[in-house]
């Protein structure tokens, strides 16, 4: 994938993660920038009938576990965006699945070992912004709210993006 195009999607990916913490919601514009953004990418490759293909299928999938109540409308258009990013080979696109499932997964853990700990928010309005932020996160907790699965799908598709990306401490000094 193009640079500057990979570094704009993990820009609005993790804008979109940010969000969906803060208020549970991903702004309908985000995805279809990003569906934009992996047709450019697809151009680029010259696969975007097969790339099209997969979001077909993904999101035939994901509106089903929509239809079941297992997930948010936004984190089903959110995810198939995010799959055209990938490039629709086999394997890219089920490492990105595994990525996205895996952050998930310790998503929900983390949110679990949270509920047990943390204490249910007092009733208080003064606060900064973080404070208030916190609050609410809270009482998300305390209730078992729905998770931020834009977090998940974030990471996935970050990691997916950029699969050789990693910090070598070596070079640094």
């Given at each position: 994938?193009?640079?500057?195009?990979?570094i704009?999607?993990?820009?609005?990916?993790?804008?979109?993660?940010?969000?969906?913490?803060?208020?549970r919601?991903?702004?309908?514009?985000?995805?279809?920038?990003?569906?934009?953004?992996?047709?450019?990418?697809?151009?680029?490759?010259?696969?975007l009938?097969?790339?099209?293909?997969?979001?077909?299928?993904?999101?035939?999938?994901?509106?089903?576990?929509?239809?079941?109540?297992?997930?948010?409308?936004?984190?089903?258009?959110?995810?198939?965006?995010?799959?055209?990013?990938?490039?629709?080979?086999?394997?890219?696109?089920?490492?990105?699945?595994?990525?996205?499932?895996?952050?998930?997964?310790?998503?929900?853990?983390?949110?679990?070992?949270?509920?047990?700990?943390?204490?249910r928010?007092?009733?208080?309005?003064?606060?900064?912004r973080?404070?208030?932020?916190?609050?609410?996160e809270?009482?998300?907790?305390?209730?078992?709210?729905?998770?931020?699965?834009?977090?998940?799908?974030?990471?996935?598709?970050?990691?997916?993006?950029?699969?050789?990306?990693?910090?070598?401490?070596?070079?640094?000094?």
């Amino acid at each position: 994938m193009n640079a500057v195009l990979g570094i704009t999607a993990a820009g609005l990916l993790a804008y979109a993660a940010l969000h969906d913490l803060a208020v549970r919601t991903v702004p309908n514009w985000l995805p279809a920038v990003l569906l934009l953004l992996g047709i450019i990418a697809r151009l680029l490759g010259h696969d975007l009938l097969p790339g099209l293909l997969v979001v077909v299928i993904a999101f035939a999938a994901l509106f089903g576990i929509w239809a079941a109540g297992a997930m948010g409308g936004g984190d089903v258009k959110l995810w198939a965006a995010a799959v055209l990013l990938v490039s629709p080979g086999w394997q890219p696109q089920f490492a990105f699945f595994v990525d996205v499932v895996l952050a998930g997964g310790l998503l929900a853990v983390v949110y679990l070992g949270l509920s047990l700990v943390v204490p249910r928010p007092r009733a208080a309005r003064q606060g900064g912004r973080l404070r208030r932020f916190l609050r609410v996160e809270q009482w998300r907790i305390a209730r078992r709210g729905p998770l931020p699965y834009a977090c998940a799908i974030a990471a996935g598709a970050i990691t997916a993006l950029f699969p050789h990306a990693h910090l070598n401490l070596a070079n640094l000094g």
